[in-house]
């Protein structure tokens, strides 16, 4: 009996691990990462803009003509100074790297950044901007008194993942290594570092850290501190990033990107390699990056395999599938080759669990198909969703991928208990959530009531966390595609969890490539690309995450249809309100109490930030949970139309202080924005 189980489950295993590779393959190329120059245009306090051909122009334009030669011709490479008079002054600053070439390099490059920061703020009166080589301030303001060392700062953050929890720790002691050296050299307050990994399984590091050589080792220690203190919350696991301020800065990446050889040399890491078990099982809790050593394992791997399935059987079968889900992993190999089995119910189970898929049983229907209500032997709830829509893929391959579906794991997801896979049948059983869907609550008239804002916070915030675990810290790397108010379920406390997520890769449509011919996601919810060309990205579902905030923060949908006395959608009403400052009109009536206006235009702000037409103005989930989570996060701008704006790298770079509200007085692109969105609608 035992024996056709073998053969399925292993070759349910190998086109899983092909699966794997194709999805790591994917997240290496989508990285876009930003280059440098990384300005920042006005920092807090905002200092507004010039006119054009003013004395202050002129006065930029006297800085430039001197600051850069001044940098280059001092011993640090470094130079401060100010032209002109009140009102008209402008402070300068200009650093050199210390791995600089040579004078001449120095000064081309704090040259070319006057440049650039003009082409990248454009009359922005005050300005940051980094380079590779240098940095530059210019501002009105006397900053050389400011001592904001995480206030005014920009964020490299690398879309690139690695797995290794070692690799986190490594960066960490490098980091602190070439800090220690830059606090120590009074000359330069400067250093660079690098180290490996006695495998191939995490790459060397490099690091740079540096201070403006005018400070005191005490003042550099406090302020590389306060910026490098950042990175096991911000950068975990990122193979690359740093943070870049006027008086220090720290930065590191996997490649050697600093001349020289690194001032500090760390012992190489040992990491042991896990005795015995096989390396690289899909869907195992690391990552791996090395793609050859996986599948010369994978070979000697099923020998072993073999004989743990054997006595997996033996022990494991009649386990139920909610108790695997909750065990300690006792190695990795039990844990990853659990759930292929133990995920899977049988149909007459989940008939007598749902009165035989009773009307009175049913909860909603769905894109993919109608869910019912079950109870469990046990007394587990459960919801069960029936799958109408056939998937492309053969059942083997749908198993394997909904295994993958089955390992994420985040609060914010809804569990997966089991699948179903008889007798034409496709069944997917989730934990049930008592207070049903989102849409149900918000945008009922009465029950919204219980939603006050501190629960609405909560769902907002949840949903980015889970969102960001899909798009980012899963092993997965999974676009939702259908994000919406009834795609988010919640629990008894008003938790939320994201449904449906996986369905859209599996039933969607084609999964070979980014662009998908049959359009799976909610109008009103799509993102511009999706809707018109099938393109979907993280991105489009950062545009749905924007909708979704907008929908909770007024209590309206987006949905055109359900607003037919309403001749603007809601993202377009919220922006012509934005911009005319009196966005507050909107939030919803049902919010009394006083709820803190503060936060919820944050919200509404960061709601904007992810609905703007170029996807690559849209931030990331974890720059969005960023802007949640810190009081200090200064939000980008706004001040471009969120559906016709330029091409801006600078939106993903925020800089950190406080929230200015309510912001906007540009409102003069309104016939624009009403021209685009109009393609959004229903067709
Ligand atoms: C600024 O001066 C330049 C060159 O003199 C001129 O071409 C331009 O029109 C001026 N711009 C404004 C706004 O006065
Ligand atoms: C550059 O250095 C010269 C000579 O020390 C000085 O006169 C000038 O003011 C400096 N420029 C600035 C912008 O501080
Ligand atoms: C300075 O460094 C640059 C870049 O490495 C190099 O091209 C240039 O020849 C150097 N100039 C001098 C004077 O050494
Ligand atoms: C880096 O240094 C800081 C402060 O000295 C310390 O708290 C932190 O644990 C260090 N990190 C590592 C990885 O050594």
New binding site residues.
């Given amino acids: 009996m035992a024996k056709p189980h073998h053969h399925r489950r292993l070759a349910s295993v190998t086109t899983t691990t092909l699966l794997l590779l194709a999805v790591l393959h994917i997240v290496r190329t989508a990285a876009e990462d930003e280059q440098p120059p990384w300005p920042i245009c006005g920092p807090e306090p905002s200092s507004g803009n010039y006119p054009q051909n003013s004395t202050y122009d002129t006065n930029i334009n006297l800085l430039s003509a001197s600051l850069p030669r001044n940098a280059s011709s001092s011993a640090a490479f470094y130079a401060t100074g100010n032209v002109g008079d009140v009102p008209n002054i402008v402070y300068g600053q200009a650093l050199c790297r210390g791995d600089v070439?040579?004078?001449?390099?120095c000064e081309s490059c704090v040259a070319t950044a006057f440049g650039g920061a003009q082409q990248a703020c454009p009359l922005y009166k005050d300005v940051v901007i980094f380079y590779d080589l240098c940095q530059l301030r210019f501002s009105n303001r006397n900053f050389l008194l400011d001592d904001d060392y995480i206030v005014t700062t920009y964020w490299l953050q690398r879309s690139r993942l690695v797995g290794s929890p070692a690799f986190d720790g490594a960066v960490g002691m490098l980091v602190n290594a070439t800090a220690d050296h830059a606090v120590g050299d009074s000359s330069r307050r400067f250093g660079t570092g690098e180290v490996g990994f006695n495998d191939r399984r995490n790459p060397k590091i490099y690091a740079l850290s540096q201070c403006a050589p005018d400070i005191t080792p005490e003042v550099c220690r406090n302020c590389l501190n306060a910026i490098i203190g950042q990175l096991p919350k911000w950068f975990s696991r990122m193979t690359g990033g740093g943070i870049f301020g006027v008086w220090c800065n720290f930065r590191y990446e996997v490649y050697s990107f600093f001349s020289g050889r690194p001032l500090v040399e760390l012992p190489q890491i040992v990491e042991r390699p896990p005795a015995s078990a096989p390396p690289v099982i899909p869907g195992g809790e690391k990552r791996r990056n090395s793609t050859g050593k996986v599948v010369a394992i994978l070979m000697p791997t099923i020998a072993v395999m073999l004989v743990i399935a054997v006595v997996y059987l033996f022990c494991w079968r009649r386990r139920r599938p909610e108790e695997d889900a909750f065990l300690p992993s006792q190695s990795a190999t039990s844990n990853d080759i659990q759930p292929i089995d133990s995920l899977l119910l049988d149909l007459a189970t989940l008939r007598v669990a749902t009165d035989d898929f009773d009307n009175s049983k049913m909860l909603g229907k769905g894109g993919f198909g109608i869910v019912y209500k079950g109870v469990l032997p046990d007394g587990e709830e459960i919801a069960v969703k029936r799958l109408c829509q056939t998937s492309r893929q053969g059942i083997g391959e749908l198993k394997s991928e909904l295994v993958l579906v089955a390992k994420l794991h985040h609060r914010n997801l809804v569990r997966l208990v089991g699948v179903c896979l008889e007798e034409q049948e496709k069944i997917l059983v989730y934990e049930y959530m008592p207070k049903r869907s989102l849409d149900t609550i918000l945008f009922d008239y009465e029950q919204n009531k219980e939603l006050d804002w501190g629960k609405r916070f909560k769902i907002i915030n949840g949903i980015a966390r889970g969102l960001q675990y899909l798009h980012q810290d899963s092993q997965l790397k999974i676009v939702h595609r259908d994000l919406k108010a009834s795609n988010i379920l919640l629990d008894f406390d008003y938790n939320p969890k994201i449904s449906d997520f996986g369905l859209a890769k599996l039933f969607g449509g084609d999964q070979s490539e980014d662009v998908t011919s049959r359009i799976a996601g909610t109008y009103g919810y799509m993102a511009p690309e999706y809707a018109m060309r099938g393109q979907y990205s993280i991105k489009s579902d950062v545009f749905s995450f924007g909708v979704l905030v907008l929908e909770v923060v007024t209590g309206r949908r987006n949905d055109a249809s359900h607003n037919i006395e309403q001749d603007v959608d809601l993202v377009n009403l919220v922006w012509e309100h934005w911009n005319r400052g009196n966005v507050i009109e909107l939030i919803d009536p049902s919010l009394c109490n006083h709820p803190p206006v503060d936060q919820i235009l944050k919200c509404i702000h960061v709601g904007l930030l992810c609905v703007q037409r170029k996807p690559a103005s849209r931030p990331t989930m974890s720059s969005v949970n960023i802007m949640f989570s810190s009081h200090t996060v200064r939000l980008p701008s706004l001040s471009r139309p969120p559906f016709f704006i330029q091409d801006i790298s600078v939106s993903e770079s925020w800089t950190a202080h406080s929230d200015a509200y309510p912001p906007g007085e540009n409102s003069t692109v309104m016939s624009s924005n009403q021209v685009s969105i109009t393609e959004l609608s229903p067709r």
């Fill in positions: 070439a040579n004078a001449s390099a």
